[in-house]
């Protein structure tokens, strides 16, 4: 693997790192939990949509709204 190519992995995984934690924070601002519920939220998400989490949480990130509600995902926690 060059350098080069090491450089930007380490970027897009520092910039994925940043997006899942703006998600989180928005997360339990607005539903009043914790770090680790904001994080469980996130990954049923994104098991639930078949996407990759960081792409769950660039969504929220950007449309500043939750999720659409999936079948088993009645509550945040």
Known sequence: MSEDTEV???????EGRL?????????????????DQAMGYL????NNLNRKLV?????????????ASCPDQESPV
């Open 55 to 67: 792409l769950v949480a660039a969504d929220i990130v950007r449309t500043r709204e939750l999720p």
């Open 43 to 46: 990954r049923r998400t994104s």
């Open 8 to 14: 930007d992995q380490l970027r897009a995984a520092l």
């Open 19 to 35: 997006v899942i934690g703006r998600a989180q924070g928005m997360l339990m601002e607005r539903l009043g939990i914790d770090a």
